[in-house]
């Protein structure tokens, strides 16, 4: 399964890895809004999960110069993309690599951490992950407890036009990217469940939603 996964992202962006950052920035709003929302402490831990291009990792560098900074991405071809972009800003120190798939995130086994993360996002990436609720509850598990997991994704754009959707739509269609609006009903729904904190905001006309979650700094018990 990760093989298949693995080498089916490596086939889509082997080429548009090289393009990626110069077309994606037309259209992946919002990316930026979630980096300065997450109020990382010095010594706090980072993933990001589907991290690509490292463009959201090096971001995150410099906006919080004492946070240590993880990604993981199933594609070998967007890694390779990655570490030249970390290793031109010159975060190398800070910033740590692996290939996996979301459903496999594990701090100690990924990147040997003795403790969970601080904070986990996902940046468009939960709309081309099939088994999405696999990776938001990995990312969860993967999470101290009082931490955050935030989301910032395509969303149903209800408030802009008909032709506009349709045409969204088919182009996502070309990258296997499937918008999904159930992603923030789970995460709502683990929530109530758990005592978890949750806020979901809808971005540029519903363009797209950034969502939050805390994780509850104790377990409830239903």
Excluded at 58 to 71: D, E, K, Q, S, T
Aim: hydrophobic share 40%.
């Amino acid at each position: 399964m990760i093989l298949d996964a693995s080498a089916r992202m490596d086939r889509m962006y082997r080429h548009q890895r090289h393009i990626y950052d110069l077309s994606r920035k037309f259209y992946l709003l919002g990316r930026d809004r979630l980096i300065a929302g997450l109020a990382l402490k010095p010594g706090d831990t980072v993933c990001e999960v589907g991290c690509g291009t490292g463009r959201n990792l090096v971001a995150l560098a410099r906006r919080y110069p004492g946070a240590r900074i993880f990604g993981i991405d199933a594609s070998e071809e967007m890694l390779k993309t990655a570490r030249g972009t970390i290793a031109r800003s010159g975060f190398e120190h800070r910033i740590a690599l692996r290939r996996g798939l979301a459903e496999t995130l594990d701090p100690e086994a990924s990147f040997g951490l003795a403790e969970k993360f601080d904070a986990v996002i996902f940046s468009y990436a939960l709309s081309m992950i099939p088994r999405w609720e696999r990776a938001i509850d990995r990312a969860i598990e993967a999470l101290r407890p009082g931490g955050t997991l935030t989301v910032v994704d395509f969303s149903e754009q209800r408030q802009l036009p008909p032709w506009f959707r349709a045409a969204l739509r088919r182009w996502l269609d070309l990258f296997e990217v499937h918008p999904n609006p159930a992603i923030s009903a789970y995460l709502a729904a683990l929530a109530g469940r758990s005592g978890a904190g949750f806020r979901a905001e809808p971005l540029y006309r519903d363009y797209a939603c950034l969502l939050g979650y805390r994780k509850p700094d104790q377990t409830v018990f239903s």
